[in-house]
């Protein structure tokens, strides 16, 4: 597959390009932060070190005043908005998930590096013909559709094409790297003991280095010889806040997440929308419509019980998991600061 070059951004979902630009780029005005009150830097100043809160993307016009200092088209955005949005006081990561439908080269990465602060990283999906085990049933497949897919965890071609172009683009600015695996028969995948087999094969083959973490977005395969495959090669398993999987509490136990290099968690959907009616209840994605209290408070306690055994944490948020992103991030941020203090302050009366 032909490598796409430039750091445009594409449809969170389909692939697709964003719209093209109606305007020439010299009568746009530039893309810079919204204004910050101090009551959010201090947040930012207080959120640990470490703790890498973010979204799944940035190209969302709907975040004027909360990420931008005015609405923007997606293209713009796509094309300018990265380094006003690493300039949030609380977003420190965000993910570029138009690596999930085609591979980048390492100068599109050397692309986004360059727009953001050193303390900044990026979470990247891996190409989906590493993950996948046969071609859905969809047009975007083309003469692929339903066929088996011979790279699927192919150690060589993720190599080639995804691990070197990541980790000589982004450098230190690379987070998780993460292998999703879209829900699929495990039949095909040869059932749960033979995926982990081939799993392990993949990721002991793969260069050393890099923070590698995989999602599997079929709870059968969230097993032992899963959690004991990802712990024997350090990658991390990827607690995925999505309808179908179960709490992100049981994906924690079974994986032994809070044991692993690093805690990585994508919080995407609420338990009862699949994403076009998340899309169009939350659309434009301006404020939170349903908030999640207690998906937030178990994040902020593995956070916290991460910060402790001194993991990093990476943790990305989706609009559609309780209307926006950036402020489900702050909200979070919040709580996170709010019982790092309260367990800091009953530790000092216990003393």
């Not at 703790?51 to 293209?75: N, R």
């Not at 590698?212 to 097993?223: I, K, Q, S």
């Not at 939170?288 to 001194?310: G, I, K, N």
Request: glycine share 8%.
């Amino acid at each position: 597959m032909a490598q796409q070059r430039g750091p445009s951004q594409l449809d969170l979902f389909t692939g697709a390009p964003v719209e093209a630009p109606t305007r020439s780029r010299s009568r746009t005005q530039p893309v810079a932060p919204a204004p910050v009150e101090e009551s959010l830097a201090s947040l930012g100043r207080e959120l640990p070190t470490g703790i890498y809160l973010g979204t799944s993307s940035w190209t969302f016009p709907g975040w004027s005043g909360l990420v931008y200092d005015h609405e923007a088209a997606a293209s713009q955005l796509a094309r300018e908005g990265l380094s006003a949005y690493s300039r949030h006081p609380v977003l420190r990561t965000v993910g570029i998930d138009r690596t999930f439908y085609g591979p980048i080269n390492a100068e599109a990465f050397a692309e986004y590096a360059e727009q953001v602060p050193a303390d900044f990283r990026f979470l990247v999906k891996a190409h989906e013909v590493c993950t996948l085990a046969r071609f859905p049933m969809h047009e975007r497949y083309g003469a692929h559709r339903g066929q088996l897919n011979e790279r699927f965890l192919h150690a060589a071609y993720a190599e080639e094409a995804v691990v070197r172009p990541f980790v000589e683009g982004l450098g230190d600015k690379g987070g998780p790297l993460v292998f999703q695996f879209p829900p699929q028969d495990p039949q095909v995948l040869g059932g749960p003991a033979r995926f982990v087999e081939r799993l392990h094969a993949f990721l002991s083959a793969l260069p050393k280095g890099p923070l590698y973490a995989v999602e599997v977005r079929n709870e059968e395969l969230l097993t032992e010889g899963f959690a004991q495959a990802l712990a024997d090669v350090g990658a991390c398993p990827v607690l995925a806040v999505w309808a179908h999987m179960p709490s992100m509490g049981i994906q924690a136990r079974r994986t032994r997440a809070l044991e692993a290099r690093a805690l990585v968690v994508r919080w995407m959907l609420p338990p009862n929308l699949g994403y076009e009616e998340a899309r169009a209840r939350y659309a434009p994605f301006n404020r939170l419509v349903d908030e999640d209290v207690p998906t937030r408070d178990l994040l902020a306690r593995a956070c916290l019980a991460a910060q402790r055994r001194e993991r990093p944490v990476f943790v990305t948020i989706n609009n559609k998991a309780e209307g926006s992103a950036p402020l489900s991030a702050i909200k979070l941020a919040e709580r996170i600061v709010t019982s790092r203090t309260t367990e800091g302050s009953q530790r000092s009366v216990a003393s």
